[in-house]
């Protein structure tokens, strides 16, 4: 088993912000109408089981939540969940995990509404779709109109049954995802990653020049959020990215077979530990290591370590992968390991990627998961896991999003799939990681999985919140709320947003 070693950082304390009341707003009337009672009762009871769900004889689902639209991340606060989706967002009560009653279901159209959440009273939410204005209603308009709004919403949730939009920030490129850095007490900072997937009012190769960007977009965003004043919520720098070592400084969508999209330099998520003064950036063509300033923005220009995976050697089936696209990024919690996820391209469980029109390489294993020392960056091994039902002809399993168990003595990373479910995977020896425990449920198609102990199940159980819908929204299981017994000295979390670490154990 691989020595772990002490970890030498200069920690920084977590930061306590006080934020004061704000107005409450009026999305219901001022008491439940009837039909909310019925949902909650009916919420307890709706599972979707199924005979024909693969599973390990120690995780079972307790709950699921149809959207019958696109189901994205979530965000935990006390004892409440926040899970976004394409239409809006959700906010259930978590105290009975087995059985969350749903507070709210907000519609907000704007994918992907990824959810980011501040004491219970700020709630902000990802949008890289362009749409006529920042308001909730607002209509998709042309990805290129220069008229066209994409960016951060930002939400009063003091009141979770009537949450009230109160601002919203423009950002170049929309936001894909979004990740919260606690600067101070009276600010906190918003990393937002984006990309010209499409066009955009400001982004791209043709909007972006013209209004002074880098065609290849080449940077994130940051907000500063006064906490006490959120209305002030503003763009406040705009950090480099580049791929160092790369031979054209971009990902190029065609060398990973996808057709239809224009090259990019940027990220898709950004993970923080907070005490350590790091980040793991994911970004599309590279897996990045970054040191956070005492400003609270990322050294995005003087990287600690890169690490890709692009060439595999010995094509499908072989002992070499490659990665697609470098997705997402969770810490172990004494930080010593990072864990990268590539999104695959490709098909196959565990998938293969066709490699596009002159590129040199066969066609490459990919989909994994990749963990990396810390301090080094390099690999010290990669994880997928096997087909758990083969006769499914548009089998895919992709990993996706996920986090690493607050706990000491264990180190456990909860995931995601695309199309293959949610497991735990014991990564104690990260040389040697092990799945102890899955859930895949027929027709499944999860986003996100996360372990989050606030309000805890009986017993030992590990309690893992997940949403699934993503290719077949229509027969997604929505929100989500799972079990996986097994033995591990939990240490509780009074709130998570599952891409900002706090609390490093020893």
Known sequence: MMQRRKFMLVPLAVLAVAVTSLPAGASLGAS?????????????????????????????????????????????????AYAGNYSGFQIYNVSDPGAPRKLVDYICYGPQNDPVVWKNKLLFLAVDRTLAGPECGAEAVDHDDPAGWEGVRIFDVSNPRRPRQISSVYTDCGAHTITMYPKSRKEILLYVSSYPLRPGPTCGADRGPEAGNSPLHEKISVISVPVNAPRRA????????????????????DEHGLVGFGDLTGCHDISVFVEL??????????AQLWRVGQNGVPDTENPLWIYDDNTDT????????????????????????????????????????????????????????????????????????????????????????????????????????????????????????????????????????????????????????ATDGVHDPARGAGFEVLEARTLVNEVPLRHLNPQTQEHVLD
Not at 58 to 70: C, E, I, P, R
Not at 234 to 253: C, H, L, M, R, W
Not at 277 to 286: F, I, M, V, W
Not at 315 to 323: H, I, L, M
């Open 32 to 80: 439940d109408p009837p039909e909310l009672e019925v949902e909650r009762r009916a919420d307890k009871v709706q599972t979707a089981i199924h005979d024909e769900d693969q599973h390990s004889d120690n995780m079972s689902q307790l709950f699921s939540s149809a959207t019958g639209v696109v189901n994205s991340d979530v965000a935990f606060w006390g004892r409440r």
């Open 234 to 253: 503003q763009v406040v720098a705009e950090p480099k990215i580049s791929y160092p070592g790369d031979p054209d400084n971009t990902f190029d969508p």
């Open 277 to 286: 003064k790091l980040a793991a950036a994911a970004c599309a063509e590279q």
């Open 314 to 465: 010995d094509g499908p089936g072989g002992g070499d992968v490659s990665a697609d696209f470098w997705h997402s990024a969770t810490f172990s919690w004494d930080g010593e390991v990072v864990n990268f996820i590539d999104e695959s391209f490709g098909d196959g469980c565990p998938p293969v990627t066709a490699q596009g029109i002159g590129a040199t390489e066969p066609n490459s294993d990919t989909g994994r998961m990749f963990f990396l020392d810390t301090e080094t960056g390099s690999k010290l091994s990669h994880f997928a896991i096997p087909n758990r039902q083969p006769e499914d002809p548009i089998t895919y399993c992709s990993a996706h999003l996920g986090n690493t168990v607050h706990a000491r003595g264990r180190d456990l990373l909860v995931n995601a799939w695309y199309r293959g479910g949610v497991d735990v995977i014991d990564f104690t020896d990260p040389t040697a990681p092990e799945e102890i425990a899955f859930y895949d449920r027929v027709n499944g198609d999860n986003w996100t999985a996360y372990w989050y102990e606030g309000p805890s199940l009986p017993g030992r159980g590990l309690t893992v919140y």
